[in-house]
């Protein structure tokens, strides 16, 4: 419950929340009526920076998912190894 906790964190901080808080203040009604041609760079940096820390962030979470998983009692008895385990298929 608290991997999946610090998940749903995780998703939330790098892209769900950024992207949610921006558009609900680009639609405002203020915004559109003050809004600049200038703030594009902003908005897309908003959007964009977040979603590239998740991805960059993937192979360290799934790291962390390989060492959680082989710390088992089960895998402990079927001698598996955080290096070995593959977690999608290839």
């Not at 610090?6 to 009526?33: D, K, M, Q």
Request: aromatic share 20%; charged share 15%; net charge positive.
């Amino acid at each position: 419950m608290h991997r999946g906790a610090l998940y749903g964190i995780w998703v939330f901080f790098t892209a769900a929340g950024p992207g949610g808080i921006l558009t609900s203040t680009f639609f405002s009604r203020y915004y559109l009526l003050h809004y600049s041609p200038g703030d594009l760079a902003l908005i897309r940096a908003v959007y964009i920076l977040p979603i590239v820390i998740y991805c960059v962030s993937i192979p360290f979470w799934l790291r962390a998912q390989r060492r959680f998983y082989c710390s088992t009692e089960w895998a402990r008895s079927h001698n598996l190894q955080p290096e070995r385990l593959k977690l999608f298929f290839n």
